[in-house]
């Protein structure tokens, strides 16, 4: 009897997947640890590995499939000698194996392209080529207000194109007169990949149902930058033959500390949700927000608080790396105890993050700029960077999280702290 290859569950919250490549074929003999597929969670493209041996009999979603349901039918595997024509007559046993046909898949069996493409559609003029099809006057009315009569709808018999419809075009914001008329057909589509759609869901549900509260504040990094650049220093001093350093420090990766020690003063600001309990985390671990193509991830730096500021960026520069080459196992960025959003790098100077359920924290990170200060009367210029922490109340309440921002503020403008 032929054994069942189900589409697997790779993470615990994945319901459906992508099946964006099969590396072996019909016929091919196969054995248990083989990887024999790629699939497109919302997050990462992860291997699949065989866990019985046998012949494929037959594929039954082709790569390039979208939304395969998580325990349906994907192929057949034949035991060495059994006949091949035992699938014509097979069976799938009950289930979503056996459920509704699958979709229509957008790449054929042998494609190893990903399933969800985000080629942009080509913008092509209503008319097209073909010949168009208007009323004497609608031309004479279009040549006179200078509107090309390809990118009007017409709305006559058979599409003929008469004067309201170039009247309309005009009014709308026609091509006479230096105006452009858009027609609703020059859109490009990007199909909502899985990612796409669970970041759409969960910030939905985050900010529909969490009570979020803000609480900012400023912190001067002139004594971080400094500490920063002679760190950065030595490691050029003890660079190889290679002169390539050892390591290079960010200031998010000061962040990312001082962080992980503001949290192990304020425990209770390490902390999620749940109906039964509030859950208090004793390890540290920090998600922290990483852009990718077609989305966002959130790696994470696991007891962070045990690790150097050297040791946080050399790995953070992996995790950073292999997220956005999808190769991150679901172990890496599942899970986490709090959560930093940084756009800093992009000059962004402050903004108010959406909380990443069940955590009940996420700091959000701007760049640091020059800014006149009050020092005992006198004004001084200083770099400074804006904090603000977005709360939810269920977990964490407003003098807690208040605490949190001090220590924060306090080790970041303290940083020989972060170094001990």
């Known amino acids: 009897m032929p054994i069942e290859i189900l589409m697997p569950a790779l993470s615990p919250t994945m319901t459906e997947g992508n099946l964006a490549k099969w590396t072996v074929?019909?016929?091919?003999?196969?054995?248990?640890?083989?990887?024999?597929?790629?699939?497109?969670t919302d997050k990462a493209t992860m291997e699949v590995e065989a866990v019985d041996e046998g012949i494929v009999g037959k594929i039954m979603i082709p790569a390039g499939t979208e939304a395969v349901k998580v325990n349906q039918l994907i192929a057949l595997l034949l035991e060495d000698g059994e006949d091949k024509g035992v699938i014509a007559s097979y069976k799938p046993k009950a289930g979503p194996a056996s459920a509704a046909a699958p979709a229509?898949?957008?790449?054929?069996?042998?494609?190893?392209?990903?399933a969800a493409s985000t080629t942009p559609a080509p913008i092509t003029p209503v008319m097209g080529n073909t010949r168009l099809f208007a009323s004497p006057l609608a031309k004479r009315v279009a040549s006179n207000e200078g509107i090309d009569l390809r990118m009007v709808q017409g709305s006559g018999p058979h599409g003929r194109i008469v004067k309201d419809d170039v009247l309309k075009a005009q009014a709308t914001g026609g091509t006479g007169k230096g105006r452009v008329f858009r027609n609703p057909q020059e859109i490009t589509k990007v199909p909502n990949n899985n990612m796409r759609k669970v970041i759409a869901r969960r910030l939905t549900e985050s900010k529909q149902q969490v009570p979020h509260f803000y609480l900012t504040v400023e912190c001067e990094l002139n004594k971080l930058l400094d500490v920063r650049k002679d760190i950065n220093f030595e490691a050029e001093a003890l660079a190889g033959k290679d002169k390539k350093p050892a390591y290079k420090v960010s200031v998010n990766d000061f962040i990312i500390k001082a962080v992980s020690m503001a949290l192990k003063k304020v425990p209770a600001a390490n902390a999620s949700w749940s109906d039964e309990a509030i859950m208090m985390y004793n390890n540290v671990d920090i998600s922290v927000a990483v852009a990718i193509e077609g989305g966002l991830i959130?790696?994470?730096?696991?007891?962070?608080?045990?690790?150097?500021v050297v040791t946080i960026s050399n790995e953070m520069k992996d995790l950073a790396a292999r997220a956005r080459a999808g190769k991150l196992a679901p172990e890496e960025?599942?899970?986490?105890?709090?959560?930093?959003?940084?756009?800093?790098?992009?000059?962004?100077?402050?903004?108010?993050?959406i909380v990443n359920p069940p955590q009940g924290c996420i700091m959000a990170v701007g760049a640091?700029?020059?800014?006149v200060v009050v020092r005992h009367g006198k004004m001084e210029v200083r770099n400074v960077m804006d904090i603000t922490l977005s709360v939810d109340h269920r977990v964490v309440d407003g003098a807690v999280g208040a605490e949190f921002l001090s220590a924060f503020k306090h080790y970041i403008e303290s940083p020989a702290l972060l170094l001990l």
């Open 333 to 353: 960025f599942q899970g986490g105890g709090f959560s930093i959003s940084n756009l800093g790098m992009y000059g962004v100077k402050t903004f108010a993050a």
């Open 25 to 40: 074929k019909e016929g091919d003999k196969i054995k248990s640890g083989q990887v024999i597929a790629e699939i497109e």
């Open 298 to 308: 959130t790696p994470i730096v696991k007891n962070a608080d045990q690790k150097t």
């Open 104 to 114: 229509k898949a957008e790449a054929p069996a042998a494609a190893s392209a990903p």
């Open 368 to 371: 640091g700029e020059e800014r």
